[in-house]
């Protein structure tokens, strides 16, 4: 049974397909029965629901009657049923049988009523009479009651005769011991021992010679099996024959039967076989029209963690937004050696045309925690009924359940390489709370892990709870009940508020901001508790599946590093949705959370994979921006980049027409390909890419090359993260504190500082493998943080803020000196400070603004730091055996424009130099700063990324996001001679030296331009 719509209306189409259709605004009252077949396994039941007649029509695509008597029989058994059985003859033509059937006005018309009620299967038929060669359409409506339908039969011819099924079904293959119902998967070489079993399903004795053959979807006749005579293959009965051992590559193939008799071809296997059926809206994949043909999928074998490469995210939506698919493009990626794809809600046929493509796939869908539509069990979120309480036992019961289902699913799926349990939701529960009864006391479960006594909780919170049982998360069962209670609102405040909890509505911010302590912790047991049930899911999953990745693509993570930090280190695998750089047309983001997001994904989790699963491309930016943002996903550690997208996709709905990004008001899009088949500019620098990528790591093995060591950390305040959430009302990007620590990670890599970032719990308390930490402006640090900070710089390390931190405790009460009592000894008072813009400048050329941080205080035993102007802006001073930089000021930048300011790039040299942090290489400008030039223009803006493959083997890799222009690329090599080669060219490098230890290299770029570098020694 089949049901299609286009533009929201039922739609019929020529399908070469046996199939029914559901005529009506939806197949409500249809079903499959699989319990009252007349004969066989199932039968099509029909039920006339809320008064509307229940109709049924077979496929446009039906049998040419020749001249003469036809008669149409069913076997039917009915209950208290108004019902007919009717036969259309229509015309051939495709365009004028479509018009008749949409219309119900065919050429001609016969019917029968059914009877009103038979205990048995009972047989009816009509008999009409076709005046010349027309199309025949059976079709059964119930206007009330319950018919069940089976062995329905068109034959020419004025009386019926036994039901026989169609010659199509005469013969039936299976590869999996006669269950058809999944596509058998196996792994290239895997092949030993496989077995065809062929069926004879016709109700009279077979004469002639029966071949069965094997091929590539596209290549049928490729690989001959065998002959057989018919007369041996008794009504009724089945053979195994061996498939042959073969190197079966991987590829999408089809095994087919044939039966000629006399010369002619009664069955013919390899035409039910049609591999390129669309509709339009809701697609149908199927590719079968009988069963005298089968399919089965050969993976590549490969184990997820050793996929390296540049896939394509989208293959799957075939440019209608989610809506079908077309094999020749995963046949096009397979010839562009793409390395996987994604798919939404995977099944067989998604793996038959992986197989095509020979690569597997990431699977997005379902969201873990999401309850099936149309199913309401007791532990539902009370704010969201599909989302599932996971503080309910029967709720995580369900969920672990769910995991270990999956586990088994993809654990046997040789396609299936990775899993992402959300979609761009660091938080499950779509992030909003779950305010129910067994969330308050996990939640009291927490504070008393936490706490230990209620009194120290009272003293954070500056509350007075007199026993445990009052404590609750800041939006709790109680406070649902309240809120319930009040007047609903009206205008536009009458939003419901249950649906705003996720962006922190005006209610929740008066109730955080009503009690700080408590909303601090809720929002730190919030985290808690989604890192607690990733990790509960994978485990289970794990149980069955030791191969797949599970994780989740995470979207602007830079937002929320108090869990994606943690999570990267549970995961199999980091996955990101991210760009290169930001302020192209319709782009998303600043450079500078860009580079933040990739740094702490390589960073944090390095020997684990990185995966791009959603690399934007929109079709309005440069084809070689393309090329620029694939090599730097490769310099920043990224295993597999999946570039968003293939044919058009927008999410405001499908695309329509060509170049749709022209037209006026057009939202964001992201293709490659047009929706004509016109292939963009982009489309090549992709496919080149590709080849470029491939072959780098066929040649030096890019699994070997890693991101270059350092002694620099870069330190993440889990409690500012969170601060920052509450803050902005769940707007991050709005937070000084935000910019802060994305510019200072965008500064130290556009100033050759490579910092591996880390979070509360990997912070050192001494120096070892760092010997330094850099830490952005945080406003919140527990004393335990400032504790480890302290410990560090007295033990020899050194210690550089970049901007003040530790201005309040994780409660948020204002420390009495910064950094509160763990950092008493320095006496930094700064009691009047407030994030208002400073006017302060290190470029006397240049007084753009860009720092904020006014009233920084003082500290009595530092050395003042001085902006150009003589303004005290920081101090540094030794801190035990090592050193304090200690900056009041820091930027408060938000632009999509790569260019720093001179300003803002002399406070970082400044800082650089004070710190005397160790650069890894960088980009000596041969032009003037043009801070307002914008991306893609100006001078070059160049990130030198080093990765290392051995201390004689260096890669380096030049990134320019500015535009055309000259400099010298610089990298610190020590003593020795160095050969140079470009990686994409072969060619020689016969114009650089060494000078006082550092590799010196002029280079010209061209906007967008990149170069890749391999230094041996």
């Not at 943002?629 to 293939?646: D, E, K, P, S």
Request: glycine share 8%; with cysteine.
């Amino acid at each position: 049974m089949a049901f299609a719509k286009h533009d929201g209306k039922a739609c019929f189409a020529p399908l070469p397909i046996e199939s029914w259709w559901a005529v009506g605004a939806n197949g409500d009252g249809i079903t499959v029965n699989s319990s009252a077949a007349h004969t066989g396994r199932q039968c099509l039941c029909l039920r006339c629901k809320d008064r509307q007649t229940s109709t049924i029509v077979s496929s446009l695509d039906g049998p040419v009657i020749p001249p003469g008597a036809v008669t149409l029989s069913a076997w039917v058994k009915t209950v208290g049923v108004r019902a007919r059985l009717e036969l259309d003859l229509l015309a051939i033509a495709d365009n004028e049988r479509l018009s008749q059937a949409v219309s119900g006005m065919p050429q001609a018309r016969y019917g029968v009523q059914l009877p009103e009620s038979s205990a048995d299967w009972v047989r009816v038929s009509v008999t009409g009479h076709c005046p010349a060669r027309l199309c025949g359409l059976a079709r059964l409506s119930v206007a009330s009651g319950t018919v069940y339908v089976d062995d329905i039969q068109l034959e020419t011819g004025p009386a019926v005769t036994p039901f026989n099924v169609r010659p199509a079904e005469w013969l039936r293959l299976s590869l999996t011991d006669g269950n058809d119902a999944t596509l058998p998967k196996w792994v290239e070489s895997d092949l030993v021992n496989r077995r065809i079993t062929i069926y004879n399903n016709s109700r009279m004795p077979l004469n002639g010679i029966i071949t069965l053959g094997c091929g590539p979807w596209n290549a049928l006749g490729q690989l001959p099996i065998t002959k057989i005579a018919a007369a041996s293959l008794p009504s009724g009965g089945s053979r195994i024959l061996a498939l042959p051992p073969h190197s079966f590559a991987p590829n999408a193939y089809v095994v087919w039967t044939k039966l000629e008799n006399n010369g002619q071809t009664i069955v013919n296997g390899a035409a039910q076989f049609n591999p390129n059926v669309l509709t339009g809206g809701a697609n149908s994949k199927s590719m079968l029209r009988s069963r005298s043909a089968i399919r089965f999928a050969i993976a590549p074998n490969i184990s997820p963690v050793k996929i390296f490469g540049i896939g394509n995210t989208m293959l799957q939506t075939d440019g209608n937004w989610w809506a079908g698919y077309r094999i020749a493009d995963y046949a096009l990626a397979r010839k562009l050696s793409v390395s996987t794809s994604r798919c939404s809600g995977y099944d067989d046929d998604d793996a038959f045309l992986l197989a095509a493509g020979a690569f597997p796939t990431e699977v997005m869908n379902p969201i873990v925690d999401m309850i099936p539509k149309g199913s309401s069990p007791d532990f539902a979120n009370p704010l969201d009924p599909q989302r599932m309480d996971l503080y309910n036992p029967a709720g995580i019961k369900a969920f672990e359940q769910r995991a270990e289902a999956l586990g088994r699913k993809f654990g046997a799926d040789p396609f299936v390489a990775a899993f992402q349990m959300a979609n761009e939701e660091p938080y499950l529960n779509g992030g909003i709370f779950c305010p129910s009864e067994y969330a308050d006391e996990d939640f009291r479960r927490w504070c008393r892990t936490k706490y230990g006594d209620l009194k120290v909780l009272n003293s954070h919170w500056q509350t007075q709870y007199a026993a445990w049982r009052e404590v609750v998360p800041i939006v709790s069962a109680k406070t649902i009940k309240k809120l319930k209670q009040q007047p609903r609102p009206r205008g536009a405040a009458a939003i419901d508020w249950r649906a705003s909890l996720g962006k922190f509505s005006a209610d929740v911010l008066k109730l955080m901001r009503a009690c700080p302590g408590c909303a601090m912790d809720s929002l730190r047991w919030r985290t808690d508790s989604t890192l607690r049930w990733y990790a509960t899911f994978r485990r289970h999953a794990t149980k069955f599946d030791r191969k797949t990745l599970y994780s989740t693509n995470l979207c602007w993570p830079d937002f929320s590093p108090q869990i994606s930090m943690p999570f990267m280190r549970q995961m199999d695998a980091t996955m990101l949705d991210v760009q290169y750089t930001a302020g192209l047309p319709r782009s998303l983001g600043t450079p500078a959370q860009m580079m933040n997001i990739l740094e702490a994904a390589e960073s944090v989790a390095p020997e684990k994979p990185l995966w791009g699963i959603e690399v934007y491309y929109q079709p309005q930016w440069p084809a070689a921006f393309m090329s620029l943002q694939i090599w730097a996903m490769v310099a920043h550690g990224m295993r597999n980049t999946l570039v968003f997208a293939w044919r058009p996709y927008s999410d405001a709905g499908p695309v329509k027409g060509t170049l749709a990004w022209k037209k006026p008001h057009a939202p964001p899009m992201w293709f490659i390909i047009d929706n004509d088949g016109t292939r963009l500019p982009a489309f090549y620098a992709y496919a080149q890419s590709i080849q470029q990528v491939n072959r780098y790591h066929r040649r030096f093995d890019g699994l070997s090359i890693r991101r270059v060591s350092t002694d620099i950390a870069f330190y993440v305040s889990n409690d500012t993260a969170e601060y920052i959430i509450m803050e902005t009302g769940n707007q991050p990007w709005n937070s000084p504190w935000q910019h802060s620590r994305d510019n200072l990670a965008y500064l130290l890599r556009l100033n050759g500082i490579t910092a591996d970032m880390v979070d509360d719990e990997t912070l050192p308390p001494s120096p070892g493998r760092f010997q330094a930490i850099v830490v952005p402006a945080s406003c919140i640090l527990s004393q335990e943080a400032a504790e480890r900070l302290a410990s560090f710089a007295k033990q020899g390390g050194t210690v550089v803020l970049a901007g003040i931190s530790g201005v309040r405790d994780p409660w948020l009460n204002r420390y009495a000196n910064v950094g509160g009592p763990a950092w008493a000894e320095l006496s930094w008072q700064a009691p009047d400070f407030r994030t208002d813009a400073a006017g302060v400048a290190f470029d006397p050329a240049d007084n753009t603004k860009g720092f904020c941080g006014i009233h920084v205080g003082t500290m009595p035993r530092g050395q003042p730091i001085q902006d150009v102007h003589g303004h005290t802006v920081g101090w540094t001073r030794a801190w035990g055996n090592g050193k304090l930089v200690a900056y009041g000021v820091f930027t408060n930048l938000t632009t999509a424009n790569p260019h720093p300011s001179a300003s803002v790039t002399a406070w970082m040299r400044q800082l650089i130099k004070l710190a005397g942090l160790h650069s890894t290489g960088w980009w000596q400008s041969l032009q003037p700063t043009a801070s307002e030039a914008g991306v893609g223009a100006g001078p070059p803006v160049v990130e030198v990324v080093q990765r290392v493959k051995s201390d004689r083997e260096k890669f380096i890799f030049c990134l320019n996001q500015g535009g055309t222009g000259d400099g010298v690329v610089n990298i610190p090599v020590g003593a020795g001679e160095w050969q140079a080669e470009d990686v994409i060219t072969d060619r020689l490098i016969t114009n650089a030296r060494v000078e006082s230890g550092i590799w010196k290299f002029p280079l010209h770029l061209e906007a967008w331009g990149y170069r890749v570098l391999r230094l041996t020694q």
